[in-house]
């Protein structure tokens, strides 16, 4: 993907040998850091985990989610967790889900005109606000 666009690619890897070519990398940051770049970013791609998911979706990004595959040698505690939430978010429209890696760059370019669904807001100060506005005119 790195060679297929002028954009800046920051990767937080993790654990792993594998060096990526033609971007900015780091092993761990502090999770502020990592909030950060997530406000900047246009797009996030991350693993199937909810923390990482969630916390795109409450910056307002686009989200493409690759669930953790044990049989992929992926380390995680419950893969099927991961596949079940991002298929759950993918089918409601507030992420992308990408469930074939070799594919990651059409699921790229399909998060171009991707329009998240909003997440659903609390409607506490909304009830407040018409409950004031109705006795105001009184």
Do not use: W
């Amino acid at each position: 993907i790195a060679r297929n666009t002028s954009e800046e690619i920051i990767v937080q890897l993790g654990f792993t040998e594998y060096i990526p070519e033609g971007v900015k990398y780091f092993d761990f940051v502090p999770y502020d850091e990592v909030m950060q770049y997530i406000e900047k970013a246009d797009l996030i791609i991350t693993h199937g985990g909810f923390g990482c998911i969630i916390d795109g979706i409450r910056a307002g990004k686009k989200v493409l989610a690759v669930p953790r595959i044990t049989e992929e040698g992926e380390h995680t505690d419950k893969p099927a967790g991961q596949i079940e939430l991002v298929r759950k978010m993918d089918n409601e429209g507030k992420i992308i889900g990408v469930f074939d890696t070799e594919k990651l760059e059409e699921y790229v370019l399909k998060a171009k005109d991707f329009i998240p669904r909003q997440r659903d807001l609390c409607k506490i100060p909304v009830i407040i606000k018409e409950f004031i506005e109705s006795d105001l005119k009184k």
